[in-house]
């Protein structure tokens, strides 16, 4: 069974920390890129942060450049996004997707259940 499960969220203060990690099974994890999406009350999904099959590159959002970092740990098929200097506009659920795309466009896509961020004094 092909699963993606989300973890370390949970509530923090402005200027806190947090790790999230997105655990894969069922699939060859180190052949997918993966990207963390976030999606705050009432607005669309926002594309956060994405990385590498091998993790050689990496990718941020502006809204996040310089705060968060995202990893990958392909020896215990997992996934990371270290959230630093938290802001309040950071509240939001976190979705970690596990992509495969092949030469002609198409893909494969898993995306965990979601972990709640929230940032709030």
């Known amino acids: 069974e092909v699963q993606l499960v989300g973890s370390g969220g949970g509530m923090v203060q402005p200027g806190g920390s947090l790790r999230l990690s997105c655990a894969a099974s069922?699939?060859?994890?180190?052949?997918?890129?993966m990207s963390w999406i976030r999606q705050a009350p009432g607005k669309g999904p926002e594309w956060v942060s994405a990385?590498?099959?091998?993790?050689?590159?990496?990718y941020y959002a502006d809204s996040v450049k310089g705060r968060f970092i995202i990893s990958r740990d392909n020896a215990r098929n997992t996934g990371y996004l270290q959230m630093n200097s938290l802001k309040p506009e950071d509240t939001a659920v976190y979705y970690c997707?596990?992509?495969?795309?092949?030469?002609?466009?198409?893909?494969?896509?898993?995306w965990g259940q979601g972990t709640q961020v929230t940032v709030s004094s």
């Open positions: 997707m596990a992509r495969f795309a092949f030469a002609n466009g198409d893909a494969y896509e898993y």
């Open positions: 990385i590498t099959t091998g993790g050689g590159s990496t």
């Open positions: 069922g699939f060859t994890f180190s052949r997918y890129n």
